[in-house]
């Protein structure tokens, strides 16, 4: 196998660098963040916001009578007022429109959520697959040493032979030609490793002479203990897709709701608290008393409070068929959106029924593959000792070792098919996370 590196990436590593680097990922969080915005807005909408004001307004004139003047009253030449309030202004739209839109930008930002996580479950398949890619070709490196080696000691045995004169010297042509084609199958088996390795560099956006930190052996996870109709259950309330359906429909009904909010009224509230101080006029003489004393304004913070609503109601009496136009809208995309989250439905079940019986394939076909591995290994161990005692030809001794590389390379592909099944099947259910559906491989 490859040996460990230093700064080697793990497979977690690998896949969160791959999500940190990817276009598509990063696009559909920023659509995240924006749908959580949108929320947020909406929520301010729909509930009152509560305001804190602090204020001061200073004024200074000269022979100007102001508003007041009609009533005979002065303005002063030197005024200032400072006012503290808290606050809050809330309309009440229309057949409660703010509060169905809220909810649909809540399950608009439901559904961006759940795209993020659907893209990073893609790029985690991606990345797992690229990595187990390189094992997979790393282990058949393992192979075609062996198989050199068995080929060396072929060669060496039928020169044995040869020089005893128990073989003839095409046996050790036939041993060196088999010793050849070995020796290139490993060249390119190594090239390959290597072609894979910049492969899965060039899938999680790193430079390719970035170095991973591959296994010594595959991992062999367990299946779900769970029956399938439970792994159903499961993926049908946790996979992203849909969920994010469900919030489709909702998203549809909501807006749908919100065809007859023209039959409401439009109520606007304002409230307000606080406390106002003029100190020109606290200070300002308004008179003497009768002993021809000044009076002044007596100073203080008088607190105030105010309360306000307005209703209107208003009707649409020519709308040149807006109203309508929306309505048969409104119902249109409603169904649309049932539909398609009745055939996400049917593809989560889908998906977890094939993944779940491809592992169960996988399985069955690894311990197949195990069992043909170990005895096309005999079989090639018992054929090189009875070629070297005389008991049979070289070209069978070829044809066994050929049985077992082949055993031997398919129990490789058997193990990595396995891994690759069970991955798709844990994603497949919505259970795991983009990292937490590998973190047992590594």
């Known amino acids: 196998?490859?040996?460990?590196?230093?700064?080697?990436?793990?497979?977690?590593?690998?896949?969160?660098?791959?999500?940190?680097?990817?276009?598509?990922?990063?696009?559909?969080y920023a659509a995240?963040?924006?749908?959580?915005?949108?929320l947020a807005q909406a929520r301010a909408g729909a509930f009152p916001t509560v305001n804190g004001t602090l204020q001061n307004y200073l004024a200074k004139s000269a022979n100007y009578e102001g508003a007041y003047a009609i009533i005979g009253a002065s303005q002063q030449s030197v005024y200032s007022q400072n006012t503290a309030e808290v606050g809050t202004q809330y309309t009440l739209d229309t057949g409660g429109l703010a509060f169905l839109q809220l909810s649909s930008a809540r399950a608009s930002a439901a559904q961006a959520e759940e795209t993020l996580a659907n893209s990073e479950n893609q790029v985690a398949s991606t990345v797992t697959n690229a990595f187990y890619a390189v094992v997979q070709k790393a282990s058949l490196v393992d192979v075609d040493q062996s198989d050199l080696r068995y080929q060396d000691a072929l060669v060496s045995a039928a020169k044995v032979k040869e020089k005893a004169g128990v073989a003839a010297g095409v046996d050790v042509l036939r041993a060196q030609v088999a010793q050849a084609k070995s020796a290139s199958v490993?060249?390119?088996?190594?090239?390959?490793?290597e072609d894979a390795r910049e492969n899965l560099a060039?899938?999680?956006?790193?430079?390719?002479?970035?170095?991973?930190?591959?296994p010594k052996s595959i991992a062999q996870p367990k299946l779900p203990a769970q029956p399938i109709d439970a792994l159903e259950d499961v993926a049908l309330n946790t996979r992203p897709d849909v969920l994010?359906?469900?919030?489709?429909?909702?998203?549809?009904?909501?807006?749908?709701?919100g065809w007859d909010r023209e039959l409401f009224p439009q109520i606007q509230i304002q409230a307000a608290m606080g406390n106002q101080f003029a100190p020109t006029s606290a200070g300002e003489i308004v008179g003497v008393d009768a002993h021809g004393n000044?009076?002044?304004?007596?100073?203080?913070?008088?607190?105030?409070?105010?309360?306000?609503?307005?209703?209107?109601?208003?009707?649409?009496l020519v709308d040149w068929g807006q109203r309508r136009t929306e309505r048969a809208n409104d119902d249109a995309q409603l169904a649309s959106a049932e539909n398609a989250l009745d055939q996400a439905r049917t593809q989560v079940q889908i998906d977890v029924r094939q993944n779940y019986r491809a592992a169960q394939t996988a399985l069955s076909q690894l311990s197949y593959a195990r069992e043909e591995s170990d005895l096309g290994t005999e079989s090639?161990?018992?054929?090189?000792?009875?070629?070297k005692h005389g008991v049979i030809a070289l070209s069978d001794v070829l044809q066994a070792q050929q049985q077992s590389?082949?055993?031997?390379?398919?129990?490789?592909?058997?193990?990595?098919?396995?891994?690759?099944?069970?991955?798709?099947?844990?994603?497949?259910?919505g259970t795991y996370t983009a990292q937490s559906a590998v973190a047992d491989l590594q």
């Open 202 to 214: 060039q899938s999680i956006g790193s430079s390719l002479d970035q170095q991973f930190a591959f």
């Open 405 to 429: 590389v082949t055993a031997q390379s398919d129990f490789v592909n058997a193990e990595v098919s396995y891994v690759e099944a069970i991955v798709k099947l844990r994603v497949s259910l």
């Open 294 to 316: 000044p009076i002044f304004i007596p100073r203080g913070t008088p607190g105030f409070w105010l309360l306000g609503a307005t209703s209107t109601l208003s009707l649409p």
């Open 32 to 38: 995240a963040r924006a749908a959580e915005h949108s």
């Open 380 to 387: 090639a161990r018992i054929a090189e000792l009875q070629y």
């Open 186 to 193: 490993l060249v390119g088996a190594q090239a390959d490793v």
């Open 1 to 28: 196998m490859i040996g460990l590196l230093a700064a080697a990436m793990t497979l977690g590593e690998a896949i969160a660098y791959a999500l940190n680097h990817n276009s598509t990922v990063a696009q559909q």
């Open 244 to 257: 994010a359906a469900k919030d489709g429909v909702a998203a549809a009904r909501f807006t749908r709701k």
